[in-house]
């Protein structure tokens, strides 16, 4: 078992930063694979990050490419996400979640293939 607990949220303005962070604990965290979701009230959850167990290969959502920057540190089990120029529709409420590496590697996109959760963070940007 791999437990997650964000932490990092919080209320912004449009254009302003905030860094989320993932602590794990549990199972060995650098084998797994890690990804960052996020969910809108009425909408579905939708993919943001990925990072690879070693951190050398990351994948981003359309919607933040070249904003949000996804990072892990596996001597401290965490994992991070930088969000630069945040927008309004960046707000909801993000989570954690951690996998299998092997399975991950080309099914990182579906919040489905990953095992584990946290239990989310809200961040909020207003206009």
């Known amino acids: 078992q791999v437990q997650l607990v964000e932490s990092g949220g919080g209320s912004v303005q449009t254009g302003g930063s905030l860094r989320l962070s993932c602590a794990a604990s549990?199972?060995?965290?650098?084998?797994?694979?890690s990804g960052w979701f996020r969910q809108a009230p009425g909408k579905e959850r939708e993919f943001v990050a990925y990072?690879?167990?070693?951190?050398?290969?990351?994948s981003y959502g359309d919607s933040v490419k070249g904003r949000f920057t996804i990072s892990r540190d596996n001597a401290k089990n965490t994992v991070h996400l930088q969000m630069n120029s945040l927008k309004p529709e960046d707000t909801a409420v993000y989570f954690c979640?951690?996998?299998?590496?092997?399975?991950?590697?080309?099914?990182?996109?579906?919040?489905?293939?990953?095992?584990?959760w946290g239990q989310g963070t809200q961040v909020t940007v207003s206009s």
């Open positions: 990072i690879n167990w070693s951190g050398r290969s990351t």
């Open positions: 979640a951690a996998g299998s590496s092997l399975r991950l590697y080309d099914r990182r996109y579906s919040a489905r293939e990953y095992d584990y």
């Open positions: 549990g199972r060995t965290f650098s084998n797994y694979a």
